[in-house]
C-alpha cells in the first residue's frame, strides 16, 4: 500500500511538471507565431540558464533584422525630411519619363510600411527575448528583411547620388528634432534592458556577460553624453529671438494656383506674403515673359497647340503665340501639391483659364500692393534678335511699371552697368562672398540655397546691413529654423501656411533643454538600474531553489526520484517458487510509453 501511494504520488508530481513545462500561453503563442510561425507550444523552446538565446543562423538573422531596422529608419528619416523638395523631385521625374506621377509621395509610403515592418518583427523579437524564448524567424520574414534592406540601401544610394543635398537638409533637421530624438533613443534602451539584464545574469560565460554589459554601457552612456554636442539656433535664451522673415511667394502662391500665373500672385499678396519671385524669359518678338522652364511643356499646353514645337525653346515664341497657350489646366490635371480639392469652384474656374503672364502684368500686381519683387533673368539662345539686349529690354519695362526700389534685382551679368542706369535697385547676390566683395558689387541682400543655412554667416552679413534671403522653404520645421537663425526673408511655396505661424516650432531656452536632458538621463538610469536588480534578484532566487532541489534528490529517496525524462513504472511480479504469493518488486524504465493528451492529462496507450 504504500508503494502504490508512492507510485501515484509520483505520477502527480510529473503530471504537474509536463503541465507547467507545457501550459498553455496565449501571449508567447501569439507572439512565437507571428515571429516564427510557432504557434503550436510543443514548436517553441525556452532558453536554459547559460544558453544563447538562439542558434548561429537565427543569430545572423537576428543581427540582420537590427541592421534593417536602422537603415530603413536612417532612409524614412532622410526621406521624410526632405518633404520640402518634393515638389522638385516630381517634376525631375516629369522631365525624364515624360508623364506626372507622385513618386515621392510614393516613395514615402513604401518607406514607411517597411520601416513599420521591420520595427514590429524587432519588438516581437524584444518581447520573445523578454519571455525567455528562444528565437527563430520564419524564412518568408528572412525574406522581408532582405527585401527591406536592398530597398533601403538602393534608395539611398540613388536619392543620395542624384539629391546630395538633400543631406545638408537632414542635418538641419537634427538641429531642431536632435533634442527629441534623444529622449526617444534613452527611452529604446530603457526598454531593452529588460531582455538584456535577463540573458545577462542566466549567461554563464564571464566573456559573454562582460561583451554583452559592456555593448550597452557604452551605447547608452553615449546616449547620455550627446547633448554636449548638439547644436541648434532654436534653443535661445528668452527675449533674443528676431523677427519672423518676411515670406517671399516663390513663383506667387503655386499651392493655391497655377505657378507664374496672375492668379497665383494675387493669391500670395492675399495669404500675407511680402514679396513675389519668379523668372523672367524674352520673347522672339522681344517682350519679357514669365517662365521658369527652358520649355513650355509642363505648365502650358503648348503640345495641343503647337505639337510640333513642344521642346522648342520657350524665348523663340511670340507673344502672340504665347497668348494662345493655357497655363492653368495642367494645375487642375496634376495637381501637384495635392491641393486642388481645397479650392473652391470658384477658384478652379479662374485657375482653368489662366494665361501666360507679361512681365509687366507681373510688375503690376507687385505695384498696386507695395511688395518687393524678385525674379531671375534668363538669357535668351544663340540666334535669338534680342540676345544681347535682353537685359535693356527688362529695364525699361521694370522702369516704366514699378518702383526700382521695390526691385530685388538678381542677374549677376552686366551688374555694374544696372546699377549704372538705375541705382535704386537693390542689388542681390546669389553666391556667398566677402564683405568686401559685397560692398564693391553694391550687394544689400543674399539670395542663397536654404542647405547653406548659417546663423553664424547670417549674423555676420546682417552686422554689415545686408539681408539674406533663404529659398525655397515650404515646411514649418525649416521656416522655424530659418527664424531661430536670424534669416530676414524666404523664398517659399506655402505662404498660406507660413503666415500663421506665431513663433517657431521647437522654440526653448536652455534652462528648459537642459532639464529635459538631465531628467531623461535619471529617470531612465534610475528604471535600468531597478531592472537589473530585479533580474538579479529573481536569478538569485531559482538559483537557490534550484541547489535545494537537487540536495534533496541526493537524499534517502534518490531512487524514487521522478523526472520528466523518465518516470518509473513500479510492477509487481508473481514468482511460482513463492507459496505465499509476495513478489519482489522490479522497477523499469517506461517513459518512452507515457503520453500528454491535448488538455495536458497522462495517459499510457
Given at each position: ?11 502527480k ?36 540558464p ?36 518634393y ?62 534592406l ?23 533637421s ?18 531593452l ?11 554563464n ?5 562582460v ?80 517662365m ?6 509642363r ?23 504665347l ?45 498696386h ?78 539670395n ?25 522653404i ?31 516650432l ?8 537642459n ?37 534533496h ?16 513504472c ?18 523499469t ?12 492529462t497522462?495517459?499510457?496507450?
Amino acid at each position: 500500500m504504500p508503494v502504490t501511494r508512492l507510485k501515484l504520488g509520483k505520477l502527480k508530481v510529473v503530471r504537474r511538471q509536463l503541465l507547467q513545462r507545457y501550459e498553455h500561453q496565449p501571449f508567447v503563442s501569439c507572439l512565437a507565431g507571428l515571429y516564427g510561425c510557432q504557434w503550436r507550444r510543443y514548436q517553441r523552446a525556452r532558453a536554459q540558464p547559460g544558453e544563447c538565446c538562439c542558434s548561429k543562423v537565427e543569430c545572423v538573422s537576428f543581427g540582420l533584422l537590427i541592421l534593417t531596422f536602422f537603415l530603413s529608419f536612417l532612409f524614412l528619416y532622410f526621406w521624410s525630411e526632405a518633404q520640402n523638395d518634393y515638389n522638385d523631385f516630381d517634376w525631375f521625374n516629369f522631365g525624364t519619363l515624360g508623364f506626372w506621377f507622385p513618386w515621392s509621395l510614393v516613395l514615402l509610403v513604401v518607406a514607411a510600411a517597411l520601416f513599420t515592418y521591420i520595427a514590429l518583427l524587432l519588438v516581437l523579437a524584444v518581447c520573445l527575448l523578454s519571455e525567455g524564448q528562444r528565437l527563430y524567424l520564419h524564412w518568408s520574414h528572412k525574406s522581408g528583411i532582405v527585401v527591406t534592406l536592398v530597398f533601403s540601401i538602393t534608395a539611398t544610394a540613388i536619392l543620395s547620388d542624384l539629391w546630395s543635398k538633400e543631406w545638408k537638409t537632414l542635418l538641419l533637421s537634427l538641429q531642431v528634432t536632435a533634442p527629441f530624438l534623444h529622449v526617444a533613443a534613452v527611452l529604446l534602451m530603457a526598454i531593452l534592458s529588460w531582455p538584456i539584464a535577463l540573458h545577462f545574469f542566466r549567461m554563464n560565460k564571464k566573456v559573454r556577460q562582460v561583451a554583452v554589459l559592456g555593448l550597452y554601457l557604452s551605447i547608452l552612456f553615449s546616449l547620455y553624453l550627446v547633448p554636449l554636442g548638439m547644436y541648434s539656433p532654436c534653443i535661445k535664451e528668452a527675449g533674443t529671438l528676431g523677427p519672423a522673415p518676411a515670406l517671399i511667394g516663390h513663383r506667387g502662391a503655386p499651392m493655391l494656383a497655377p505657378e507664374n500665373t496672375v492668379m497665383s500672385f494675387k493669391k500670395a499678396v492675399d495669404a500675407g506674403g511680402e514679396g513675389l519671385e519668379t523668372d523672367v524669359t524674352i520673347s522672339y518678338d522681344g517682350v519679357p515673359f514669365l517662365m521658369h522652364d527652358s520649355t513650355l511643356r509642363r505648365t502650358t499646353n503648348v503640345a495641343e497647340v503647337f505639337p510640333n514645337r513642344t521642346h522648342h525653346d520657350a524665348s523663340m515664341f511670340t507673344w502672340a503665340e504665347l497668348q494662345q497657350l493655357n497655363a492653368g489646366n495642367w494645375f487642375l490635371s496634376r495637381d501637384p501639391f495635392g491641393s486642388v480639392s481645397s479650392l473652391s469652384e470658384a477658384d478652379r474656374l479662374h485657375a482653368q483659364n489662366q494665361s501666360v503672364p507679361s512681365l509687366a502684368q507681373f510688375l503690376e500686381v507687385a505695384s498696386h500692393s507695395g511688395k518687393l519683387v524678385l525674379f531671375d533673368l534668363r538669357r535668351p539662345p544663340y540666334g535669338h534678335p534680342y540676345s544681347q539686349v535682353y537685359i535693356n529690354l527688362t529695364l525699361q519695362v521694370v522702369q516704366a511699371v514699378i518702383n526700382s526700389s521695390q526691385v530685388l534685382w538678381l542677374p549677376p551679368e552686366d551688374r555694374q552697368l544696372v546699377q549704372t542706369m538705375d541705382p535704386e535697385l537693390q542689388q542681390t547676390s546669389g553666391q556667398m562672398a566677402s564683405i568686401q566683395e559685397l560692398a564693391d558689387g553694391h550687394i544689400t541682400r543674399l539670395n542663397l540655397h536654404y542647405s547653406t543655412m548659417s546663423e553664424q554667416q547670417i549674423s555676420k552679413y546682417r552686422s554689415e546691413n545686408i539681408s539674406t534671403n533663404l529659398y525655397v522653404i515650404s515646411q514649418p520645421w525649416l521656416y522655424s529654423l530659418a527664424w531661430c537663425a536670424g534669416a530676414q526673408s524666404v523664398t517659399t511655396n506655402s505662404v498660406h501656411i507660413l503666415s500663421s505661424l506665431g513663433k517657431p516650432l521647437f522654440l526653448m531656452t536652455p534652462e528648459e533643454y537642459n532639464l529635459m536632458w538631465l531628467l531623461t538621463d535619471a529617470v531612465s538610469a534610475f528604471l535600468i538600474t531597478a531592472v537589473f536588480i530585479f533580474h538579479w534578484w529573481r536569478e538569485r532566487g531559482l538559483t537557490f531553489w534550484s541547489s535545494s532541489r537537487q540536495n534533496h534528490e541526493n537524499g534517502p529517496y534518490s531512487k524514487f526520484r521522478t523526472e520528466s525524462s523518465e518516470v518509473i513504472c513500479i510492477r509487481w511480479s508473481t514468482l511460482q517458487s513463492d507459496p505465499l504469493g509476495w513478489s519482489p518488486l522490479t522497477m523499469t524504465p517506461c517513459m518512452s510509453a507515457l503520453h500528454v493528451n491535448p488538455t495536458g492529462t497522462l495517459y499510457e496507450p
